[in-house]
């Protein structure tokens, strides 16, 4: 599983961090940033949360 935040989209509300911080972090420019791209299946429970739960939509899975 790979994700991406989708930057026009974010508004840096950091829940993906929250729920998932081995994954996303919040960068310098108040936005979030999936430095993790690459999922293990360890992370993906969190990283389905955090995708469901962002309000905005802005987190994707790359297919």
């Known amino acids: 599983m790979q994700v991406k935040v989708n930057k026009d989209l974010c508004i840096g509300c950091g829940a993906c961090q929250a729920i998932a911080p081995d ?37 994707e899975e790359v297919k």
């Open 23 to 59: 994954v996303f972090e919040i960068e310098d420019d108040g936005l979030a940033n999936a430095y993790k791209p690459e999922v293990e299946d360890s992370q993906k429970e969190d990283v389905i949360d955090a995708l469901e739960g962002c309000p905005t939509s802005a987190i």
